[in-house]
């Protein structure tokens, strides 16, 4: 599976992500909830930011949710499924 960022100018391989979290809005100056990955090779990025810490946590959920059933349609062997689940794109808002 891959996610593109929320400006559409990453993709990452999820098979190369450690973590993904939500920062800490009082360490950046606008005040915004960004959704960070950490990857194996040692790097960060931002791939969304949201208003509200809920709204990114909605966010995680949802890529959870994508990631499983990815996962599942992998294991089950239905290609077409595979085809629709392999990408999860950031929302907007």
């Known amino acids: 599976m891959v996610i593109i960022s929320q400006d559409k100018t990453m993709i990452l391989n999820f098979e190369y992500i450690e973590t993904i979290e939500i920062g800490n809005p009082l360490e950046n100056n ?9 990857t194996t090779s040692d790097n960060q990025y931002t791939i969304a930011e949201y208003k509200t810490e809920e709204r990114a946590k909605e966010v995680l959920q949802e890529i959870i949710k994508a990631y499983r059933e990815y996962r599942t349609a992998e294991c089950d062997g239905y290609t077409n499924v595979l085809q629709e689940t392999a990408v999860f794109e950031m929302p907007e808002e």
């Open 30 to 38: 606008d005040g915004k909830f960004k959704i960070l990955c950490d």
